[in-house]
């Protein structure tokens, strides 16, 4: 008897082997793909994507004027802004058509690839253009380049953001399925108010179904409260210390003001209804 308990001792040591290393190995792979959420062909259509932009990029910046590139970097600081904008303050006024374009194009790519500091495009552009001509591009690129990220998140977003925020994602989609009746106002209070990040909402909206038009429409104008106190505040460069400095408790208090206007008519029928 001893000797095939001895046989079923060894066998089954090799089956708790076996099941060890299958076991490490899944373990493995689910780390492996907790790190990098993308598939190899999300990866591929990601990386395409960013291609074409950036080529698209470059070839704009080498059909420009020359220029002293070695001054030009974005910025992370307000000293480095107010740096930026002496370097191209005169670039600007002497070739203001063509800065435009390579402004325009900078500000999408960075939105659409979510590269930070796009509130430092908008504050240079209050320094460089003034209110109303700076308020009008920052809204209109703010626009395009969330839009873009838009589309992009629809082709290869949704592991990503399922990823690095499950639970704000299924936090976000409860909310939306409880007001698909009155869409536009909820998704303009998101955008006039801070109370989820631009970057969260231009990735996630596609994947909880909102509407492209609605989606437009809420950026579009959710977006210019915001954009004009920034634009605004790049006319005082030499004032302004840090970005925080942009959003006091005063300047908070009025965006909610606002956004808690754009969802009054969602509330107002809600309360009919109870009635």
Known sequence: MAAPRNLTGDGGGKLVVKDEESAAASSSK???SERFPLSRWEFVVFFTVFLVFTTGLLCIYLTMPAAEYGKLKLPRTISDLRLLKDNLGSYASEYPAR??????????????????????????????????????????????????????????GRPLVCWLWPDKLRFFQAEIGKRRDKLLNYMLFLRITP????LFINLSSPIVDIPFHVFFLATLVGLMPASYITVR???????????????DFKT??????????SIFPALLKRKRVYE
Do not use: E, W
Request: hydrophobic share 55%; aromatic share 14%; charged share 10%.
């Open 30 to 32: 689910r780390t492996k």
């Open 233 to 247: 505040a790049g006319l005082a460069l030499g004032d302004l210390k840090s970005v925080k400095d942009l959003y």
């Open 195 to 198: 109370t989820l990040p631009n």
């Open 99 to 156: 800065f435009i374009l390579g402004y325009c194009s900078t500000y999408i790519f960075m939105q659409t690839f979510m590269i930070p500091g796009t509130i430092f495009m908008s504050l240079l552009a209050g320094a460089l253009f003034g209110v109303v001509r700076g308020f009008v591009l920052v809204v209109l690129n703010a626009t395009a380049g969330a839009c873009s990220c838009f589309f992009l998140s629809k082709l290869v």
């Open 252 to 261: 908070l208090s009025v965006l909610f003001l606002i956004g808690s206007i």
